[in-house]
């Protein structure tokens, strides 16, 4: 069995370098990056030396990996077949030779090389002496079983949840913090690294609790047998191997009532209820749908998390040092371009089912209250997200009623996003497609250019949008401030409307001429 699963595993890595550009480009930078992990995880750890420092940071290096094995088969739930016992429970097989096999296709692949051959850094770096060499390279391997079978039993556990729209959407949240921890280490380490306050004594102490946790069992196993300690060495092992067999058995529990367990996750509940905003005719209906797609689309619910991250990234560093203003100010800019990029191709994103509504849509008027009650359903969610970041970053450089300041910009800049996003949904369509197990659509093949096209023009045009705003908010700073923020703050907001309306009747005008173009490109869709 095991050997079966295997060989089908690496025939379906074999496939991926024949399926699509798209597909296969995903393969081949994913390797890369898998060696690159590799690489500098080994050398970091080869590096380090025998210190107390060094086994506290060995020991947040190992934890960081059982994290991520932990969160990344959530993120990508769907994409490897032999995470879902569904896709076998129909097949006669026994629980544990298919657990077996199970465990050998996860660990077969690029990234479980790349974490084996990282880890194994440790032999060169902690490791001191032939024992603890030896203690090493049983520790590695155990620590590499431990993260496959801990992310088998959490994906076999969840699966049925997973497969519901709920388990997607938990799923999609998980992104967030994912993109948020990413940006924060390119901004914060690199800075903190080249002014020398990030070093491996920095780490002294993390592994205060860290030690007790398997991952830290590991690297202190490795550490008592470089000391001269075998005993408690092999007593830690012990007790890792222990934890492993635990989590095994109780995996193979959780495959075992999968298998035999009907799936519920996929069936539907029809609720009888009216379309809220239904009766303020085509304006609320569009504006209706589009706001609950905001609120139940695992899509919508990352796109809205990004932007917030976004906006915190660009002025976080700025917002710390005397120079605030401006980044404050470049934050509600940032929001409101990734409002509009995020929107700015709503024909592709609605797919085949713009066919249906485009039957509605037999004029000018109409297109126009199409457009608005989309611009009705973002804008509910824009402005309130913008103002908590605005007034949250303010607070943080200790100038909360600059907040208002910023708010202003960001009115004018959600203004400017939506309306070119109403005019790159009709003047610049492409089709979508979502890839099995991905919670978020992406360009259809050949059109990355258009979407990199959008988000450069989008990015570009509000920050032009908005520049006579931010020469406002800059040249009346040192005046009455009673006076002139409740008049930038509606300036700004009325500045925005005008906008919005601009870019409504612009593709409202656009989108009659080519309404047949537009229903065949979101026919073209895969969502």
């Known amino acids: 069995m095991a050997r079966l699963l295997v060989q089908l595993k690496l025939r379906l890595l074999r496939n991926a370098l024949r399926a699509s550009t798209g597909a296969k480009v995903a393969f081949i930078l994913s390797t890369i990056l898998a060696a690159l992990v590799a690489g500098g995880v080994f050398y970091l750890l080869s590096i380090l030396g025998g210190g107390i420092a060094a086994a506290d940071l060995t020991t947040a290096i190992f934890c960081a990996f059982g994290l991520a094995w932990l969160i990344g088969p959530l993120v990508a739930f769907g994409l490897d077949s032999t995470l879902d016992p569904a896709t076998l429970a129909l097949y006669p097989l026994r629980t544990r030779p298919l657990a077996v096999g199970l465990l050998a296709a996860s660990a077969t692949g690029a990234w479980p090389a790349a974490t084996l051959i990282g880890l194994l850094g440790v032999t060169v770096g902690l490791a001191r002496g032939a024992l603890g060499v030896l203690i090493a390279l049983v520790a590695v391997l155990l620590q590499v079983l431990f993260c496959i079978t801990l992310a088998r039993f959490v994906t076999t556990g969840l699966a049925g949840m997973l497969r519901s729209r709920r388990g997607k959407d938990f799923a999609a949240l998980l992104v967030i913090p994912i993109f948020a921890v990413y940006e924060g280490f390119i901004q914060?380490?690199?800075?903190?690294?080249?002014?020398g306050a990030l070093t491996a004594a920095s780490f002294g102490g993390v592994d205060h609790w860290l030690r007790w946790t398997p991952p830290g069992l590991a690297v202190h196993a490795i550490r008592d047998?470089?000391?001269?300690?075998?005993?408690t060495a092999l007593l830690r092992l012990a007790v890792l191997a222990g934890v492993v067999?635990?989590?095994?058995?109780?995996?193979?529990?959780s495959l075992s009532r999968a298998l035999v367990t009907t799936d519920t996750?996929?069936?539907?509940?029809?609720?009888?209820?009216?379309l809220p905003f239904a009766r303020y005719g085509l304006r609320g209906t569009v504006a209706a749908r589009f706001w609950l797609y905001q609120r139940r689309e695992p899509f919508a619910l990352i796109y809205w998390g990004i932007t917030a991250v976004i906006m915190v990234v660009v002025a976080i560093r700025a917002v710390l040092t005397p120079d605030w203003f401006g980044g404050l100010l470049a934050s509600g800019a940032a929001g409101g371009a990734f409002v509009?990029?995020?929107?700015?191709?709503?024909?592709?994103?609605?797919?085949?089912g713009f066919g249906l509504e485009a039957t509605a849509l037999t004029g000018r008027r109409a297109l126009r209250a199409y457009f608005s009650g989309q611009n009705l359903a973002v804008g509910a969610?824009?402005?309130?997200?913008?103002?908590?970041?605005?007034?949250?970053?303010?607070?943080?450089?200790?100038?909360?009623?600059?907040?208002?300041?910023?708010m202003a910009v960001g009115l004018a800049g959600i203004g400017a996003g939506l309306g070119l996003a109403n005019l790159f949904t009709v003047g610049w369509a492409y089709p979508m497609e979502k890839r099995g197990g991905s919670p978020?659509?992406?360009?259809?093949?050949?059109?990355?250019?258009q979407a990199f096209g959008a988000w450069f023009l989008s990015v570009l045009g509000v920050g032009v949008a908005v520049t006579p705003v931010i020469l406002a908010v800059v040249l009346t700073r040192t005046d009455s401030p009673t006076i002139w923020i409740p008049v930038l703050v509606l300036g700004g907001g009325a500045y925005g409307l005008a906008l919005t309306w601009a870019g409504v009747r612009g593709a409202a005008n656009i989108a009659e001429q080519k309404l047949p173009e537009l229903t065949q490109i979101a026919i073209q869709s895969a969502l």
């Open 440 to 449: 978020t659509p992406r360009p259809a093949n050949g059109h990355n250019g």
């Open 188 to 195: 914060i380490v690199p800075k903190l690294t080249g002014e």
């Open 381 to 406: 969610i824009a402005v309130p997200l913008l103002a908590v970041v605005s007034f949250a970053l303010a607070a943080v450089a200790k100038h909360p009623i600059d907040g208002f300041l910023a």
């Open 340 to 352: 509009g990029y995020f929107h700015a191709n709503a024909i592709g994103m609605s797919g085949p």
């Open 225 to 231: 047998a470089s000391t001269g300690h075998p005993g």
């Open 245 to 253: 067999v635990v989590l095994g058995a109780a995996w193979i529990m």
């Open 265 to 274: 996750s996929t069936q539907s509940t029809v609720r009888g209820s009216a």
